[in-house]
Nanobody, 122 residues
Framework: QVQLVESGGGLVQAGGSLRLSCAAS????????VGWFRQAPGKEREFVVRIGWSGGRTYYADSVKGRFTISRDNAKNTVYLQMNSLKPEDTAVYYC???????????????WGQGTQVTVSA
């Protein structure tokens, strides 16, 4: 079992930065893939980025490549999402998720946090 809690969301102007955190509890955190997804109003949940269990393998959606950076600290059971050069289209609820497969598909992730709102004003 893995429990996830996101934090760090908020309101920021376009071009600004935010850092999201995903704090996990559970003994198996170090062995799972962690992904960030986001969901804007009226839209489907979409993949943002994932990181492998060791932190060595990452994969970014094209829409955030070069602007967002994911990292993890297994000793602290925490995954971070540094978001720079934010755009209004990045506005969404951001969720972290954990699972055993390195995919971009939400259903492949068994554990989810409650989400944190990110709002980027123009």
């Amino acid at each position: 079992q893995v429990q996830l809690v996101e934090s760090g969301g908020g309101l920021v102007q376009a071009g600004g930065s935010l850092r999201l955190s995903c704090a996990a509890s559970g003994r198996t955190f170090g062995s799972v893939v962690v992904g960030w997804f986001r969901q804007a109003p009226g839209k489907e949940r979409e993949f943002v980025v994932r990181i492998g269990w060791s932190g060595g393998r990452t994969y970014y959606a094209d829409s955030v490549k070069g602007r967002f950076t994911i990292s993890r600290d297994n000793a602290k059971n925490t995954v971070y999402l540094q978001m720079n050069s934010l755009k209004p289209e990045d506005t969404a609820v951001y969720y972290c998720a954990a699972g055993g497969y390195a995919t971009m598909t939400p259903r492949d992730y068994a554990y989810w946090g409650q989400g944190t709102q990110v709002t980027v004003s123009a």
